[in-house]
């Protein structure tokens, strides 16, 4: 499978972005989905993430501003993103997996997200 992940950009303090990640085929033995991120000189880590049961989880810092979405008929991965803070400053990377089989795990190319206060 192959990710696009798009949406990134510029935008200023408290605006939104919505970002999109396409795979490149069904996602049959796909079970989990998620969006990360890596701040400047940090680790990349996660934002959010989906089941295949549809169960959402989010990091604290951004529960209540975003929300992680799919479409699995058009093999979409989605995140909006709402009330941006500059901290919020990072590239983005959509995953998928299968968490039965770890040789099914694939990251997209990254989008860079910019607040600016």
């Known amino acids: 499978v192959q990710l696009q992940a798009s949406g990134g950009g510029l935008v200023q303090a408290g605006g939104s972005l919505t970002l999109s990640c396409a795979a490149s085929?069904?996602?049959?033995?796909?079970?989990?989905m998620g969006w990360y991120r890596q701040m400047p000189g940090k680790q990349r880590g996660l934002v959010a993430t989906?089941?295949?049961?549809?169960?959402?989880d989010y990091a604290d810092s951004v529960k209540g501003r975003f929300t992680i979405s799919r479409d699995v008929a058009k093999n979409m991965l989605y995140l909006q993103m709402n009330t941006l803070k500059p901290e919020d400053t990072a590239v983005y990377y959509c995953?998928?997996?299968?968490?039965?089989?770890?040789?099914?795990?694939?990251w997209g190319q990254g989008t860079q997200v910019t607040v600016s206060s």
């Open positions: 989906i089941s295949q049961g549809g169960i959402r």
């Open positions: 085929r069904r996602m049959s033995r796909i079970n989990f």
């Open positions: 995953n998928v997996r299968n968490l039965n089989d770890p040789r099914d795990n694939y």
